[in-house]
């Protein structure tokens, strides 16, 4: 995905994937970190004022910790989204309306986001998972379709590996990363530290020949191989984006979306920026309604529970962006070697995923922006229900 310039601290950037430093597009040295949501529990109805807004509740999830669900309505089996790193569950809010001819369609906010609640704890890859799942128990959804985008690619993999038979299908939004599907053979950068975080607090708090084996035989080892992938990605990358403020239009929220539009390649719906923005009067935008050091907070606290999944029971539906790419190269050479990369690790990711999933069907959109659902939402809508009419058991109808 192209870089992008963050010269307004306190703006908000649409979710780039979590993503492995060997790939090309995930290799480039700057991670946007999505800054701002509202965490705001008092309210308890959606601030968008129309006559479609999804119906809002809050569901708790473990002791002072609960979730906003939004529900979409519509016809037949359940389906949850589950947006990406930043994003709330109104991201979705034009999308789901295209799935509801065939399902009853539900979104969640996880934890630290939005106007869920953001405790100082909880944001390990599987404590993440089990936040959906008490929703669909509160819910009382029975074999759901999880749909996840980016980093809701985790959630999808810890119920999948854990809880497979809890799910018609899970569908990979550009979400089958080394997060959700962990190859063992080539490591990632991002995992590898967070496992290796881990091991060090334990040798730190209880120190043990075991945890001192496993740092020296495998996370080490690993983490070696990652740095070493990392150095050749910075060499081989294309160079940072020429600096640049965010100049757009904040006159209205209407005008602001467009601007943003122009500039990322995709819109957003209003419901998802209202969100993110306080509405000044006269209907202006201002300020990001979330701090940046919460979103950091936030961000790192979930990039720190990163964790490996090697297999999930239920079907898969990998949906992929192929952006273009960046037009910044020094040389012909150095885009070559750029593009090179890219088919290489797409190609190492799609074969993790199917290893790692009895059943997956891939797709890859060329063009597509990381946000896919909003960049190529039809294509993507018709993908889904292809793939569900075509599982073998007939779970997905």
């Known amino acids: 995905m192209a870089q992008v310039s963050l010269q307004r601290p306190t703006e908000w950037m649409p979710a780039v994937p979590l993503a492995s430093c060997r790939s090309s597009i995930r290799s480039l040295p700057a991670l946007a970190l999505a800054l701002a949501a509202r965490a705001n529990l008092a309210a308890q109805s959606s601030p968008v004022a129309r ?5 809002v ?6 002791p002072n910790v609960q979730l906003e669900v939004l529900d979409w309505g519509g016809t037949g089996q359940p389906m949850v989204l589950l947006a990406g790193l930043g ?43 089990d936040d959906v799942l008490a929703v669909m128990d509160s819910l009382r959804l ?34 089958a990363d080394s997060y959700a599907f962990y190859d ?18 334990a040798l730190r708090s209880a120190p043990s020949p075991g945890v001192i084996d496993e740092l020296l035989n495998k996370v080490l080892p690993a983490f070696e191989r990652d740095l070493r992938d990392v150095r ?6 294309p160079p940072p984006p020429p600096a640049g403020g965010l100049a757009m239009d904040r006159s209205s929220f209407t005008a602001f979306r467009d601007s943003r539009a122009r500039m ?61 790419p960046p037009e910044n190269f020094p040389t012909a050479a150095a885009k070559a070697v750029f593009i090179a990369r890219d088919s290489t690790v797409r190609a190492q990711i799609s074969a993790t995923v199917r290893r790692s999933a009895p059943y997956a069907h891939l797709v890859e959109l060329a063009g597509a922006s990381h946000y896919v659902f909003l960049s190529n939402e039809a294509d993507v809508v018709r993908e889904i229900d292809t793939f569900l009419k075509s599982l073998p058991d007939g779970r997905g109808r």
């Not at 759901?144 to 990979?172: F, K, Q, T």
């Not at 063992?184 to 060090?200: H, I, K, N, P, S």
């Open 184 to 201: 063992t053979t080539t490591g990632d950068f991002r995992v590898d530290l967070a496992e290796l975080r881990r091991q060090l607090d």
């Open 57 to 62: 509740r809050f569901i708790g999830v473990q």
């Open 264 to 324: 990322f390649g995709f819109a957003e719906p209003i419901a998802e920026l209202r969100e993110q923005f306080e509405e000044l009067p006269g209907g202006a935008v201002g300020r990001a309604l979330r701090s940046p050091q919460d979103g950091r907070t936030v961000s790192e606290a979930i990039t720190s529970g990163l964790q490996k999944y090697l297999r999930v029971s239920a079907p898969v539906l990998g949906i992929f962006a192929r952006p273009k």
């Open 142 to 175: 029975a074999k759901p379709v999880l749909v996840g985008h980016s980093i809701a690619g985790e959630e999808l993999s810890s119920i999948g590996s854990r809880h497979g038979d809890r799910v018609s299908a899970l569908v990979y939004l550009d979400a």
């Open 232 to 237: 050749a990605a910075l060499a081989d990358g």
């Open 51 to 55: 006559d479609s807004a999804p119906a």
């Open 87 to 129: 994003n709330t569950a109104h991201v979705f809010d034009d999308f789901a309306r295209k799935l509801r001819a065939n399902h009853h369609v539900y979104g969640i906010t996880r934890r630290g986001f939005g106007r869920s609640s953001m405790p100082s704890a909880g944001y390990s890859a599987d404590r993440l998972g």
